[in-house]
């Protein structure tokens, strides 16, 4: 089944502890894109990737880092979480490199920073 | 800077009609219609192309003012399932490959 498989689906940490949130995607797509979600606020884009080693900033990148080795997955990173982090956060591809195609999104991971 | 949408929450009966609309102060390239439901993914809905172009998978229509930044999404005779979160995305000229969306407009459509 063609899927964006995020994990952990749900997170509560610390500050500052560092956490790992990862994606991957079982279509060979080459964008890949992580948004978090706020109330009132939509979908606002922090990373995202045209191909492999290929990483561009989004809106909101502050605080958040990400790595392309391989091009189906592309995780999310915080180093030093802090609780303005708190979102819920979806994972997404598409297969166009320029693009104008159908994103497909992942289940979400809430994440919960105290 | 995210495209506005309007309204924010908007009540419907099913068989009812509704216009959502999505505006941007940039010069666009798309716009792209998505569906949330409650604890759920978002779902794509459509593209619309400048030139005309659009791709999409259901019955709902849209329109692309590219002159005035404007897309609106026409959803008629609505339906119980049409309820939840629609968001607009835009992709500007110059803005390499990011897709911006809205704050989002709540539907909620009742028996």
């Known amino acids: 089944e063609a899927q964006v498989t995020q994990n952990p689906r749900y997170l509560i940490t610390v500050t500052g502890k560092k956490l790992t949130v990862t994606c991957s995607q079982n279509?060979?797509?080459?964008?890949m894109s992580w948004y978090r979600q706020d109330p009132g606020l939509g979908l606002r884009q922090i990373y995202y990737?045209?191909?492999?080693?290929?990483?561009d900033k989004g809106d909101v990148p502050e605080g958040y880092k990400v790595s392309r080795k391989e091009k189906r997955n592309f995780p999310l990173i915080l180093e030093s979480p802090s609780p303005n982090q708190t979102s819920l956060y979806f994972c997404?591809?598409?297969?166009?490199?320029?693009?104008?195609?159908?994103?497909?999104f992942g289940e979400g991971s809430r994440l919960t920073v105290l | 800077q995210q495209p506005v949408q309007s309204p924010q929450a908007v009540i419907l009966r099913e068989g009812e009609d509704a216009v959502i609309n999505c505006s941007s102060s940039?010069?666009?390239?798309?716009v792209h219609w998505y569906r949330q439901k409650h604890g759920e993914a978002p779902v794509f809905l459509m593209i619309l192309l400048k030139g005309g172009e659009q791709k999409g998978h259901e019955k709902i229509s849209a329109s692309f003012n590219e002159k005035k930044q404007q897309s609106s999404l026409y959803l008629t005779a609505s339906q119980l399932s049409y309820s939840g979160t629609y968001f607009c995305?835009?992709?500007?000229w110059g803005a390499g490959n990011m897709l911006t969306f809205g704050g989002g407009t709540r539907l909620m459509v009742k028996p």
């Open positions: 279509m060979n797509h080459e964008y």
């Open positions: 995305g835009t992709e500007s």
């Open positions: 940039k010069a666009l390239y798309s």
């Open positions: 997404a591809s598409s297969p166009t490199r320029v693009y104008t195609g159908e994103l497909f």
């Open positions: 990737s045209m191909n492999v080693e290929v990483t």
